[in-house]
């Protein structure tokens, strides 16, 4: 159950003529997210969500509701919010801010094969690009700085070995962000969080991105990392499955050809991917905010994928020789 907050028809119907979308018809609640109130909702002229925030504010959402605006106007597939008709993006409902976006048809494809990673590893560059002239600027809200802020909050959880892995490869990564190779990543807004349940396909054709609320501006190479990380690994063991990552990889890099330095980068930001969620499920986990009704993550998954990223060569980002 994730209703927070409910929002009957006929509040809808009211609410909804400051937009120019005809009359409401319908609204249902979604149950599955956990950040948010979700709900269904047609009207007149089509089908969208409509999004209630529970936590994000007025002052954080604007980075991510005109970054999808922006996204969606050069065409990359991402639920496009609608203005009212003073051109507001984010309004209130119930004293929270809401949105409307349109509506994303299909499934998140959860058994992915090589043919939807490719999809995924497309559209991914092509959506780096597309950001590249976007004018807010957000970092990564959970990039370095709050690796480094939260790793002491989590450090007295964990086993002697896991304390060790997490000090050790802190300073990896800490050495890492201060390398000549480093700052010749490129970098922009990015995703951040591109798991499959994120990413919606009608059959196998790729419908969208969704879900940019950890989006911010990080290196590309991370954002690919993340994907990697998730679409192309079998989730038992957390090992590459190497012909879906070939396919992310090559498709990406046809829209957007990765550099030397990011392949002299890329297993320490397949690591660095790793680590990112592998801390803050162990925040999730072991410091749960008051109220959490779900079960979290299980953080031993991404424990699994840091220790495999380090002791094993990743299949390259591309051909050197081709
Ligand atoms: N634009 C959209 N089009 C179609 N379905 C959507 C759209 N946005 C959200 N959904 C549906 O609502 C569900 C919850 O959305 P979302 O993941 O954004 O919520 P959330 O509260 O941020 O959840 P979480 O953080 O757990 O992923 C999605 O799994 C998807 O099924
Ligand atoms: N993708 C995150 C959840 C928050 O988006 C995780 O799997 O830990």
């Given amino acids: 159950m994730a209703v927070f907050t409910s929002v009957s028809l006929d509040e809808l119907s009211q609410w ?8 409401a018809r319908t609204i249902r609640g979604i149950s599955s997210g956990i950040e948010n109130t979700n709900f269904f909702i047609t009207t007149d002229s089509g089908e969208y969500v409509l999004t209630v925030f529970e936590k994000l504010t007025f002052e954080q959402l604007p980075f991510y509701l005109n970054l999808m605006r922006h996204l969606a106007d050069r065409g990359i597939l991402v639920p496009a919010p609608i203005p009212n008709r003073d051109g507001a993006i984010i309004n209130t409902l119930h004293g929270k ?26 559209m991914l560059a092509r959506m780096h690009l597309a950001a590249r002239d976007f004018s807010m600027q957000q970092p990564n809200l ?29 300073a990896f990564q800490n050495a890492f962000a201060v390398s ?73 890099h046809r829209e957007r ?20 969620f592998w801390l803050s499920r162990l925040y999730d986990f072991h410091l749960p905010r008051e109220a959490e009704m779900l079960t979290p993550h299980d953080p031993a998954h991404f424990e699994r994928i840091l220790r495999l990223r380090i002791a094993d060569v990743p299949p390259p980002l591309f051909d050197q020789n081709g």
């Fill in 97 to 122: 801010p809401a949105s409307i976006v349109t509506k994303l048809h299909g499934d998140c494809q959860l058994s992915p094969q090589p043919v939807h990673c490719a999809a995924v590893g497309a």
């Fill in 180 to 252: 000549d190779t480093y700052r010749e990543l490129q970098a922009g807004p990015i995703h951040a969080d591109l798991f499959r349940n994120n990413v919606m396909f009608d059959g196998d054709r790729l419908t969208g991105f969704f879900d940019f609320y950890f989006a911010g501006c990080d290196t590309w190479l991370f954002d690919v990392a993340v994907t990697v990380n998730d679409w192309c690994i079998d989730l038992h063991t957390g090992r590459l499955d190497i012909a879906r990552a070939r396919a992310m990889l090559d498709a990406y």
């Fill in 142 to 170: 959970r990039g370095i700085a709050w690796w480094n802020e939260n790793a002491p909050i989590v450090m007295p959880y964990l086993s002697e070995a896991n304390k060790q892995l997490l000090t050790t490869e802190l």
């Fill in 16 to 23: 909804i003529t400051q937009f120019d979308l005809g009359r």
């Fill in 257 to 276: 050809p990765f550099t030397a330095a990011e392949q002299q980068g890329w297993q320490t930001m397949l690591r660095a991917g790793a680590l990112r």
